[in-house]
């Protein structure tokens, strides 16, 4: 048996990146060329999966709009000598089938999860934050590692996790690790601790293999104050029940870019844009020369 499931959330709110998000998905703003779903949906075919389930919810119209044949698209770019552009709409055939639920209301990544349980049933799943991109315009292949993972050690669930910066730690979910190897057991984990209270600097980093048993315990969790039901608390429920949670350190390649607030979405979309074989380098020189008439 192998994992084919991928269920992508993409119905928050986005309330950080107002304006910019008022009528429009986070998950569809533009890192470098591409939307940032876009990229995730690219990592997942990579990985092997085949199938996938967008957790949607109002005004993301736009992500299935994106996702699907555009013929009178491609026939005015034929009709109008533009064929050089067709290669732009080339991910459209990805061999990908695509599913998608509504999260009524937006109570947490816990709750969107919850939305996926018709569609995965008794199989385990994986999960991929539609705001989060992994790797720098190269495959990540920790999806992949993630499913042998859960194929050779049978936990209830595993994790991807990345080593952050202090001022980063009250932003994520960060793990108690059991050991320093790159595959180890979760002791504990916390949603947003403060820098003091955290068990590391250990930061959940946006895809999971799950078991059907997280459906039970997303049931089980309890609202946070902000009325959120955290995907976090659900896997410590897990935990105290007893469930094998396994982590696994991402390397430095599969370096996590978090599309969830303003310093981290300018920060991806420059790497990106410098990145970029056509204009990567135009824009450094546009940016030294800048900031020599800063100096
Ligand atoms: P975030 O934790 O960044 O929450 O979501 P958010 O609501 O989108 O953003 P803010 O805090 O208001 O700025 C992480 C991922 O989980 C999805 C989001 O779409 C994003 O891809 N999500 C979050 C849901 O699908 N439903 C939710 O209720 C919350």
């Known amino acids: 048996m192998d994992i084919k499931s991928a269920v992508v959330p993409v119905a928050g709110l986005g309330t950080r990146l107002l304006p910019a998000t008022k009528s ?11 939307p940032v779903v876009q990229y995730v949906v690219e990592e997942l075919e990579a990985n092997g999966i085949k199938q996938i389930l967008f957790v949607t919810g109002k005004s993301k119209t736009s992500i299935e709009n994106h996702f699907d044949f555009d013929h009178e698209l491609t026939r005015h770019l034929r009709e109008t000598g533009k064929e050089e552009l ?17 999260q009524r209301k937006q109570k947490g990544l816990g709750d969107a999860v919850m939305c996926a ?39 209830a669930c595993v994790i991807a996790v990345e080593e952050v910066d202090p001022e980063k730690i009250p932003s994520y979910g960060i793990v108690q690790p ?27 980093a946006a895809r999971y293999v799950f078991s059907p048993s997280i459906y039970g315990a997303i049931a089980q969790t309890l609202p946070d104050p902000g009325g959120e039901i ?4 659900a896997i410590r429920l897990l935990l105290e029940k007893g469930e094998k949670v396994l982590g696994l350190r991402l390397s430095s390649q599969d ?14 979309f420059l790497e990106f844009a410098l990145s970029d074989p056509e204009l990567g380098n135009q824009l450094r020189r ?3 020369e800048h900031l020599r008439e800063d100096c």
């Open 286 to 288: 546009y940016i030294r």
């Open 230 to 233: 955290q995907l976090t608390d």
């Open 86 to 102: 067709l290669p732009e709409l080339e991910y459209e055939r990805m061999r990908l089938q695509f599913f998608f639920a509504r």
């Open 24 to 34: 429009q998905p986070k998950e569809m703003l533009p890192v470098g060329k591409k």
């Open 255 to 268: 370096r996590r870019y978090d599309i969830g607030n303003f310093q981290s979405y300018f920060e991806a």
């Open 178 to 204: 059991g050991d320093d190897r790159e595959v180890f057991r979760i002791l504990d984990l916390v949603e947003k601790p403060s820098v003091e209270q955290a068990p590391s600097n250990l930061a959940i």
């Open 117 to 155: 349980q018709h569609f995965t049933k008794d199989s385990p799943f994986v999960v991929a934050l539609g705001d989060s991109i992994l790797g720098l315009n190269a495959p990540s292949w920790a999806v992949k590692k993630l499913v042998d993972i859960y194929m050779q050690n049978g936990p």
